[in-house]
């Protein structure tokens, strides 16, 4: 069998490099998630090493800390972090919001933010925790759920996630009603064996690992039957198609991101074993861009999302050293319970709890 061609980073992080100073044409309907894309770019930069090797300035990570925490408002309902203006502030920035302002703190936006600044290895010295738990208690529905904004927005098992996920960066459970939290999640699981966004929708990939994580950040992974989990695990196997890569619900077509989603949820459920790890990663490399980048499937533009996504699945699958060419397709570990680069976790579980006084 012959080796995979190789896994170009180097080009990946080029992509994403060029997407944090300006995105083109065919990517600006993601412009309003701001703090979402810088983290799939810094994460990729993460993954790929180029923080470590020495390829980042300094100057450019110093930009990225100081507009990242430009982001973090304070208002009625706490602190948290908006999606921002992309890498520049029109007019005077302000770190105030109220229940009549067009960008609120957004608790997605502030998960990818907190790890954001954990990749680019911030000491969180201006980090309001107290307002954060207090953001998150705003956020809380009488159902469990997490709206995305103190004032309303979406509420799903994806906010639900961050919300558990930010909960155990601060290693501060206070800001969360988890057992009203994971009731809901429980209420989002389909008859198939994986979770819709909201009760009775159809299950998804991304939805599925969003349940499973929190589930596991809060502790809860004994609340889930050997029934349940063998059921997960199943409709998660079936997800792998033909061509390798997974989909994220029945009777789709396979899509890189959903490597990472299906992949990570079956790591979580200690299922590691039931990837078809070759043909997964022939799915990744046809889909890799020859001028860098990873696209959703072959052919396809790529943005920052499907790449890092597609990344962070290569790190926690990578091809033995008899398939791989030149060992480019180790990357750096993956803690998938945060989707986040294991060191970078480490750096997080250090620096983002509250520290004692001196």
Known sequence: MDSLPPLNTGAHAAHCNRCLLGLPSTQVDIDP??????????????????????????????????????????GPCGTGFRPGNYMTTDGEPTNLYSESSQDPPHVILTYTALLSLAILRDDFSQLDRKGII??????QNEDGSFSSEPYGGDADVRTTYCAFAISCMLDDWSGVRIEPALRFIASCRSYEGGY?????????????????????????????????????IRWLTQNQV???????????????????????????LDAREFVSERSFSEFLSSCQFKFG???????????????YLSLAAIAMFPPSANDSAEGSWRLQPL?????????TSSWVRKYIPSRPSA
């Open 33 to 74: 998630h701001k703090l979402a894309l810088v983290f799939y770019c810094l994460g990729s930069l993460d993954l790929t090493g180029q923080f470590e090797n020495g390829s980042t300035a300094a100057s450019n990570k110093e930009a990225w800390r100081r507009w990242i925490w430009e982001q973090q408002i304070q």
């Open 134 to 139: 207090k953001f998150l208690q705003a956020c």
């Open 196 to 232: 819709g966004q909201i009760p009775f929708a159809e299950a998804g990939g991304g939805p599925t690992y969003c349940a499973l994580a929190a589930i596991f950040l809060a502790g809860k992974g004994s609340s889930l039957t050997d029934d349940e989990k063998r059921q997960t």
């Open 242 to 268: 033909s061509s390798g890569g997974y989909r994220g619900r029945t009777n789709k077509e396979g899509d890189a991101c959903y490597s990472f989603w299906c992949g990570a949820s079956l790591t979580i």
């Open 293 to 307: 980048g990873i696209s959703k499937a072959p052919k396809e533009h790529p943005d920052p999302y499907h790449t």
């Open 335 to 343: 803690d998938p319970l945060l989707n986040a680069n294991e060191a």
